[in-house]
Structure formats: structure tokens, C-alpha cells
């Protein structure tokens, strides 16, 4: 499966529709949005502004999810701070407010600077696993400005443990602990190659799959906050082949 993420604030790259319509006509089958705050929510695009992310899964027909940052406050910091409004903080309201807004998965994880320690992350997978129902993507792609690893194994079954559904990693490494615990391995490309050419996400696609990932990401680092939609159309087809493509690109939302 391929997830795409995108960034709300920013202006789309087609002004007339929304980033996910356009990641959904090029193959995805999951979107997930970035720097939405739930407390103020927006998406460019929409006119819709009381339940947006309902109206946006309406229009998209897929599943869409939220990304929430488990901020750590007490994390030792390799870089600045970067400032997390309180509506984008996987915190208690924010979570409750997730799932009124009709998010179907969350994932915690963290943007560049934003002080989330894996640590946090595992308290709070227990927090969602008590507040929401949908599913729960744990993990980091990068190391969101703190001091500790990206991902370990202890990592991995601490998250499993509290709960996640899915797990978020940016390499393929621990993708056999997390199928032997039940879990299913979601893996990122979210440090700008969902910029680069074809060839290198068609590589980046196919030993991924070879590695057994389930659900492969594609970040936002793009013009509006959203990969290049021929790299996309490359990760899906790479992953199940033109033939599987061409039917979720071509498939009416109403089937």
C-alpha cells in the first residue's frame, strides 16, 4: 500500500483542489496530513471549515489520517526547538479531537526540530489506545532534533507493546521483529528523496518490498507540500505493478 503525506498549510500544487485528490488520482491508497492543528483546522482547498478532514475523506474516498507530535519537553536537543502549536501536540484534547474531526489512523511521529523522543512516543500510543479508535502509526523518520537513535529494536517492542497497530521506521532493518510481534511496518521516505528522480524511488520501492514492508510511504518535501506525483505513480507501480495501479487510480470512490 502506498500513504501519502501531505502538508495542509500550504497552497497546493493544482490551486483548485486539495494535495490528497491529487495523490489519490496518482495511486495512493492512504493520506496522511502534516501541520494540521486540530484545535484551528484548514485545508487548503477545501471550503470546508468546521469538518474538514470528514469532507476531505468523502471527496478522496480513502482512509485519512493526522499526524500528532509527541513533544518531549524534557529531550536533550542536538538543534533548535522548533515551537509545536498546541492543536498539532499528540496530547489528551488533541488525540480526542483527532477522531471528532473523523480521522481514520493517527500517526506520532516528528517533524524535523520538534523535540519527539521515542520514549514519548510509547506513552503516548497507550494515550491513543485509551482515547481513539482507529489505528495507531508509531515511529520516527528521522530524528526529529533529539539525541538518541532513530529506531531500535527496544524501540520497536516498546511501541508494539503499548499498543501501536503500525509501525513507522526509515529502513528496513527491523521490519522481522515487528511481523513476529503481529504488527504491521510502514517505511518512510521522508528526508527529501520524494523529490529525486523515478529511478531512485522505483530502488528505494523495490527493496522495501523485498524487505517486506506493508505500507510504504511517501513524504510532502515537494512544491505545496507534496511529492511529485510521477514519484507516486513510480512507488505504486513498482510496489503491485501498472496493472494494479491503473485500477486505484481509475476506481470511482463510490465502489
Known amino acids: 500500500m502506498v500513504l501519502s503525506e501531505n502538508i495542509t498549510a500550504l497552497i497546493p ?10 495523490a489519490r488520482a496518482f495511486g495512493a491508497d492512504l493520506i496522511l496530513l502534516n501541520f494540521l492543528d486540530v484545535d484551528h483546522p484548514y485545508i487548503h482547498g477545501l471550503d470546508e471549515t468546521g469538518y474538514p478532514v ?5 471527496l478522496v474516498g480513502r482512509p485519512v489520517g493526522i499526524n500528532l507530535e509527541p513533544v518531549d519537553t524534557a529531550a536533550a536537543m542536538l538543534e533548535e526547538r522548533q515551537d509545536v502549536a498546541p492543536g498539532r501536540r499528540a496530547v489528551r484534547e488533541s488525540i480526542v ?10 500517526c506520532l511521529s516528528g517533524n524535523p526540530g520538534s523535540g519527539v523522543s521515542n520514549a514519548q512516543i510509547t506513552e503516548t500510543v497507550r494515550l491513543c489506545r485509551e482515547l481513539f479508535d482507529g489505528l495507531v502509526i508509531a515511529g520516527k523518520m528521522h530524528g526529529a532534533g533529539v539525541g538518541e537513535g532513530v529506531v531500535d529494536k527496544q524501540a520497536v517492542e516498546d511501541h508494539l507493546a503499548a499498543g501501536a497497530d503500525i509501525i513507522l521506521v526509515p529502513a528496513v532493518g527491523t521490519v522481522r521483529t515487528v511481523h513476529a510481534r503481529g504488527g504491521l511496518v510502514m517505511t518512510t521516505i521522508g528526508t527529501s528523496q520524494e523529490t529525486s528522480d523515478p529511478a531512485t524511488i522505483r530502488r528505494i520501492a523495490h527493496d522495501n518490498k523485498i524487505a517486506g514492508a506493508d505500507i510504504q510511504h511517501i513524504g510532502d518535501a515537494g512544491p505545496g507540500g507534496l511529492a511529485d ?15 494494479h495501479t491503473i485500477s486505484r487510480m481509475a476506481r470511482s470512490t463510490r465502489r
Open 54 to 58: 470528514r469532507r476531505l475523506r468523502e
Open 229 to 243: 506525483p510521477m514519484n507516486i505513480y513510480t512507488l505504486s507501480e513498482t510496489i503491485r505493478g501498472r496493472r
Open 97 to 106: 479531537r483527532a477522531g471528532e474531526l473523523g480521522a481514520d489512523f493517527l
Open 13 to 22: 500544487q493544482v490551486t483548485d483542489i486539495t494535495n490528497a485528490e491529487i
